[in-house]
T-cell receptor, first 112, second 115 residues
Framework: GNSVTQMEGPVTLSEEAFLTINCTYT??????LFWYVQYPGEGLQLLLK?????DKGSNKGFEATYRKETTSFHLEKGSVQVSDSAVYFC???????????FGIGTKLQVIP | GAGVSQSPRYKVAKRGQDVALRCDPI?????LFWYQQALGQGPEFLTY????????KSGLPSDRFFAERPEGSVSTLKIQRTQQEDSAVYLC?????????????FGPGTRLTVT
């Protein structure tokens, strides 16, 4: 079946540091890949997505590239802000009316 | 426009009680999903509706869990005889249609605590 593995947190960074959160996946076919973000007290929000190999999703300074050869979709940001503190979930969707499969989430804390 | 709303936001139930959790999807969204998110975990799929039809209920953990969407809009997730292991955040999500099921909009969730 489908699965998503992402690095466990928490990740604590100073403001303006570089962020990488690793994500790898196992899926049949050619899934679409996502990063969702959950800010404290709020619901999940779609952060970015990539629907085919070599696509790069980007939003709010975050980027992730769909790497089929390494089955990875690592999240990066060049300079994090305190407001980026949240839990980040890597996820995949493999088509039809299949559900989205989520990783366990990585908590990011950015300190001033 | 309005997003996905869920009620109640918090629910405390004594073990053995029945609970009902409500989801109001985005107006016009055909597809509706329920997920269970245990503390420190990612959301786990429970069930999926397309309009009023429940097309996948493979994630429901036991026959104590039941979901319905009788008119193809509002959905209710019911848990009978709640157990402590049912404590979790229950998330509802909707998408425009099956073709865009990858683009799901999530509600804020209902945090259920069973004591």
């Amino acid at each position: 079946g489908n699965s998503v593995t992402q690095m466990e947190g928490p990740v604590t960074l100073s403001e303006e540091a570089f962020l990488t959160i690793n994500c790898t996946y196992t899926a049949t076919g050619y899934p679409s890949l996502f990063w969702y973000v959950q800010y404290p007290g709020e619901g999940l929000q779609l952060l970015l997505k990539a629907t085919k190999a070599d696509d790069k999703g980007s939003n709010k300074g975050f980027e992730a590239t769909y790497r089929k050869e390494t089955t990875s979709f690592h999240l990066e940001k060049g300079s994090v802000q305190v407001s980026d503190s949240a839990v980040y979930f890597c996820a995949l969707y493999s088509g039809g009316y299949q559900k989205v499969t989520f990783g366990i989430g990585t908590k990011l804390q950015v300190i001033p | 426009g309005a997003g996905v709303s869920q009620s109640p936001r918090y629910k405390v139930a004594k073990r053995g009680q029945d609970v009902a959790l409500r989801c109001d999807p985005i107006s016009g969204h055909v597809s509706l999903f329920w997920y269970q998110q245990a503390l420190g975990q990612g959301p786990e799929f429970l069930t999926y509706f397309q309009n009023e039809a429940q097309l996948d209920k493979s994630g429901l953990p036991s026959d104590r869990f039941f979901a319905e969407r009788p008119e193809g809009s509002v959905s209710t997730l019911k848990i009978q005889r709640t157990q402590q292991e049912d404590s979790a955040v229950y998330l509802c999500a909707s998408s425009l249609d099956e073709a865009r099921a990858y683009e799901q909009y999530f509600g804020p969730g209902t945090r259920l605590t069973v004591t």
